[in-house]
């Protein structure tokens, strides 16, 4: 490695990793501002994409520093204070507005967009990379909740009888999608030793991507935002799941950069 000091590995995988989240949320802007694809459409992909490179970067942070987990989510913060900023009108960015908000409104900022940078930064501080927990949070958010807006919306005639504004299509969409990220980026962090990679993961993923597209069907999820019960119902669902599917992942020990914490881990 290019430094025997952790802190420093990890402020540069820190900048790493915002440049690699910056360039694909600077591509989105552009496709947005030239009015390439639908904003909405654009939108999702903006939601699903910046959160999976993200999360590719993880294995860049060292394994003995007490503040991997607060530098990697720099970029994120860093965002949070960016569209906040730009939701109260003290900046102006019509880049970011096309390319994270519905209806071009940039007070729309504040709500999905906020929650969903606020909900990725708590995963990866609460529960890191040893963490099969952070996996079904990130994994549901971006591209479970992510795919089922893009299907629903071309697919979804068929209305859910509990909840008109969701469909079966979009439902279906995001459970599969939300498992199946899991299930790859259960392998790409086993490659590193963070995860177990085992069958019975594979069930505890199914099992919580299931329980979070239920809560996304659910009405309070439209009177809420996505952004807010997606990531809650993952975690919660989450811990009940690997408790009692895989109870080996469940303990209160040190974590990899060696502090006390309670968390699902290896």
């Not at 503040?67 to 900046?91: C, D, H, M, Q």
């Not at 995860?195 to 597209?213: D, I, N, P, R, Y």
Request: hydrophobic share 50%.
């Amino acid at each position: 490695m290019w430094t025997e000091n952790p802190l420093v590995r990890d402020a540069g995988a820190a900048v790493l990793t915002g440049v690699a989240a910056a360039v694909v949320l600077r591509f989105w802007e552009e496709v947005a501002n030239r009015s390439l694809l639908d904003q909405k459409l654009c939108r999702k992909l903006v939601h699903i994409t910046v959160g999976l490179v993200y999360f590719l970067m993880w294995p860049l942070f060292s394994s003995d520093d007490v503040f991997a987990r607060f530098l990697a989510p720099l970029i994120i913060v860093i965002n949070i204070i960016k569209v906040t900023v730009i939701g109260l009108g003290l900046v102006k960015d019509e880049g970011v507005v096309n390319s994270m908000t519905r209806h071009g409104d940039s007070r729309e900022l504040l709500k999905g967009p906020l929650y969903y940078a606020c909900a990725i930064t708590l995963a990866t501080i609460v529960f890191w990379r040893t963490s099969p927990i952070s996996i079904a949070v990130i994994c549901n958010l971006c591209v479970g909740d992510g795919v089922a807006d893009i299907v629903g919306r071309r697919l979804g005639q068929v209305k859910l009888p509990h909840n008109p504004e969701k469909s079966y299509a979009g439902s279906i969409a995001m459970f599969m999608a939300g498992f199946i990220a899991s299930v790859l980026y259960m392998c790409y962090f086993n490659v590193f030793g963070f995860v177990e990679k085992s069958w019975t993961m594979v069930a505890a993923f199914g099992v919580t991507s299931l329980g979070a597209a239920v809560v996304e069907s659910l009405p309070i999820s439209t009177r809420l935002d996505d952004n807010l019960t997606v990531p809650l119902a993952s975690a919660l669902v989450g811990a009940l799941v690997f408790y009692f599917i895989a109870p080996g992942n469940l303990c209160c020990m040190t974590g990899e950069d060696g502090s006390s914490i309670s968390a699902i881990v290896r």
